[in-house]
């Protein structure tokens, strides 16, 4: 059992120095404070307890007593590991749907596929994000993925060494030049799929 150090005499004491006296945590002395002395503990300032008020309370303490001080501490734990379950859990809904998107995405027939491809202008209408062309590609380059200037639209060269667009030559009928025209690939269109989702759920 633990020896109690005596109490010094005639002296206002802190309720750190009165819980290193009694070998028990500040919080235990605290709660015992607040029991025997309700509004004496005053936010924001430090507290001190006469003699007379130091006897008092070690008379009211049990030998629990300084695992009732560690109360706080083990809720705290306690608390953190339930936001870290709380945090695997949300982790895992957000695997299992970015799945159940890859699933569910198929490639709609009907367009101009060249190599499987489709127009970055059409996208917008087969992702099904309520968003129309010029939206997405103000999305795409705010996002640093499309050029601005010269190269308007066109994907930044990590994403075509990535497979997420091609650059493909095609014939304006209209103007009867030959121009450079974005698509995005199967592999892209997935991916796409997922940054939407992750950008316009959080927006």
């Known amino acids: 059992m633990k020896k109690i150090k005596s109490l010094p005499e005639n002296k206002l004491m802190s309720i750190q120095e009165v819980a290193s006296i009694l070998g028990v945590t500040p919080e235990a002395i605290r709660i015992h404070t607040r029991r025997l002395y309700p509004g004496y503990i005053e936010n924001g ?57 890859e699933n569910s995405i198929q490639i709609p027939l009907g367009f101009n596929i060249p190599d499987g491809c489709i127009q970055l202008n059409t996208v917008a209408k087969i992702l099904n994000f309520n968003i129309g062309r010029n939206i997405l590609f103000q999305i795409l380059r705010d996002a640093k993925i499309l050029m601005s200037g010269k190269k308007h639209n066109e994907p930044y060269q990590k994403f075509i060494t990535k497979e997420y667009f091609r650059l493909i030559p095609t014939l304006n009928s209209n103007r009867n030049i030959w121009m450079i025209t974005t698509y995005v690939t199967p592999k892209g269109l997935i991916w796409l799929k997922k940054y939407l989702n992750y950008i316009l759920i959080r927006s």
């Open 45 to 101: 300032r430090t507290t001190f307890l006469s003699e007379e008020m130091v006897f008092a309370i070690k008379k009211e303490m049990k030998p629990s007593s300084s695992l009732e001080g560690a109360r706080t501490e083990l809720e705290m734990k306690k608390m953190t590991l339930e936001v870290i379950h709380w945090l695997e859990h949300e982790n895992n809904d957000l695997k299992n749907a970015l799945t159940n998107i």
